[in-house]
């Protein structure tokens, strides 16, 4: 039997626990990684948090999230880049070594125009990432997202915007929500190992029928989604970080949050 010594749980996982008690549970039950949305962070010191979770032996996997740099008017753009900029500060308070960054999408905007927006965001951002030793992820999204959330829908692009950029700052999220479809995953999937630039696996499931595209994803085992053939190509690049659970549900946020942890437990053990 699988252990858990590879799982990661996202604080927007359990949403409707203040990260204290996403700290406390999640150690309670075992859970060695933990990735720390920006919004748990709201009203706390990032430094505090990270200490409290050192303190509970606890790994910090990542700092969700960052990007959506596109943007009709330039000073939008600006905006966006100076968010990002205290990310990247607040990865650093809180020992976070990776930021996770959805890259954004205007509705009515040219997805190449976005495409273009989001490099340049990325570029303004590197520098400072490189001086605070943070690394930066871009995660391709669903392309049922693309009119508003992400103008890079395929791991084919994402890896074409780190070959554009050349950091070894700048990798891939491989997340199985968004990419399950892509007939190419296992090439792109080798061509990111062949790069080093695999920075992080998130799972999940695919359910049918998906009642809301943002907040309907399912338990591992739930849906479609073979996790255990991409896991196998992930870690065949030689990959050995964490196995990221990202569910964002009203389902599940409806339930007892420790009953679900106890789920999302069993789930990892017997379909991952
Ligand atoms: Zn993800």
Not at 15 to 40: F, L, N, S
Not at 48 to 57: D, L, P, V
Not at 251 to 256: K, P
Request: with cysteine; charged share 25%; aromatic share 8%.
């Amino acid at each position: 039997m699988e252990d858990i010594a590879k799982l990661c749980i996202h604080t927007m996982t359990t949403k409707p626990w203040p990260i204290e008690v996403a700290i406390e549970q999640y150690r309670a039950h075992g859970i060695p990684g933990i990735t720390v949305w920006r919004q748990a962070l709201d009203g706390h010191d990032p430094f505090e948090i990270g200490e409290k979770i050192r303190s509970a032996e606890m790994e910090i996997v990542s700092l969700c999230r960052g990007g959506f740099f596109p943007a009709v008017e330039k000073a939008d753009r600006q905006t966006t880049i100076t968010d990002n900029l205290k990310a990247i500060d607040e990865a650093a308070e809180l020992g976070a070594p990776l930021i996770v960054l959805v890259p954004g999408a205007v509705p009515g905007q040219s997805l190449t125009k976005s495409r273009c927006q989001i490099q340049a965001g990325i570029e303004a951002i590197l520098p400072k990432a490189i001086e605070l030793d943070i690394k930066l992820g871009i995660e391709a999204l669903h392309p049922m997202y693309a009119d508003s959330r992400s103008a890079i829908n395929s791991p084919h692009q994402a890896n074409d915007m780190c070959d554009e950029i050349d950091s070894l700052n700048l990798g891939v999220i491989i997340d199985v929500y968004h990419l399950w479809w892509e007939p190419n995953l296992k090439v792109e999937i080798d061509r990111c190992g062949q790069a080093g630039r695999i920075f992080a696996f998130h799972i999940c499931d695919w359910k049918t029928p998906t009642l809301d595209l943002l907040n309907d994803r399912g338990l591992m085992g739930d849906g479609c989604i073979d996790v255990p053939k991409i896991r196998k190509w992930v870690e065949h690049t030689g990959f050995e970080g964490h196995h990221e659970v990202e569910i964002f549900s009203h389902f599940f946020w409806q339930m007892d949050q420790t009953e679900y942890l106890k789920e999302i437990i069993n789930a990892y053990l017997q379909y991952c």
